[in-house]
């Protein structure tokens, strides 16, 4: 019997969230994907992506198959680009290299959820410009553990701000939060806090934690107070 082949389905219209990987029919083993991201037309792809091709090939990971799209990350969440459609298509032992870890997503929140999601899906990412590799070995350890730290200290930031936003307000004399009365909830004075932090992209588990509530409580409260809100 011949070699095993992977086949990969490829759609004839790209939907949301699907990403198009040029593979048709391949031997069955780990791929690599070269992800290439800029926030503008000024910047350039083909350096980026000459500098993954050289880190692969050095690697042994080759081929590259190319995903590259122009977009700010400031303007959609990583869901909403096609490092989605990349991560959803990638399984076990698969490769991301990206020219360094900061293309993967506007925020260190964001990087963080983009890496936990590859991690339980055992894809190793690996940043081309400081040589870091996201495999599940030592170093790996180590970094997840830096990030996860700098990712807290940024949530915390984010609250020191709009704490201090909403105290400032309060001396000069303006009402905050919701009027007391029936149907009040813990989470009320802490709205704009919340409202802050999802918009900076934090997840809604952790959001619930922090202000001592649940996740479908917390749902049913922004449901209430008309509060959807989208990562900016």
Avoid at 38 to 61: C, M, R, W
Avoid at 120 to 128: A, F, N, P, Q, W
């Amino acid at each position: 019997m011949g070699e095993e082949k992977r086949r990969v389905y490829v759609p004839k219209e790209e939907k949301k969230h699907e990403t198009v990987i040029n593979c048709v029919e391949e031997e069955v083993g780990p791929r690599t994907i070269g992800y290439l991201r800029v926030s503008t037309e000024d910047q350039d792809l083909e350096k980026n992506k000459s500098d993954i091709l050289d880190y692969a090939n050095n690697k042994g990971f080759v081929p590259v198959q190319w995903v590259e799209e122009k977009i700010s990350g400031y303007k959609t969440s990583w869901q909403d680009r096609k490092i989605k459609g990349v991560i959803d298509e990638l399984g076990k032992d698969d490769r991301i290299i990206v020219p360094e870890l900061s293309r993967l997503g506007r925020s260190m929140l964001e990087i963080m959820e983009i890496l936990s999601v590859a991690k339980r899906k055992d894809i190793s990412i690996y940043d081309v410009k400081n040589g870091w590799e996201l495999n599940g070995n030592l170093q790996s350890s180590m970094l997840a553990m830096c990030f996860s730290i700098a990712s807290e200290v940024e949530r915390d930031l984010i609250s020191k701000r709009t704490t201090e936003a909403l105290r400032i307000r309060k001396a000069m004399g303006v009402k905050l939060g919701r009027p007391k009365g029936p149907g009040k909830s813990k989470l009320d004075e802490h709205r704009e806090e919340i409202i802050a932090l999802l918009k900076n992209g934090t997840t809604k588990a952790f959001i619930a934690r922090r202000y001592k509530t649940t996740v479908p409580n917390l749902f049913n409260w922004l449901r209430k107070n008309d509060l959807n809100i989208k990562a900016e």
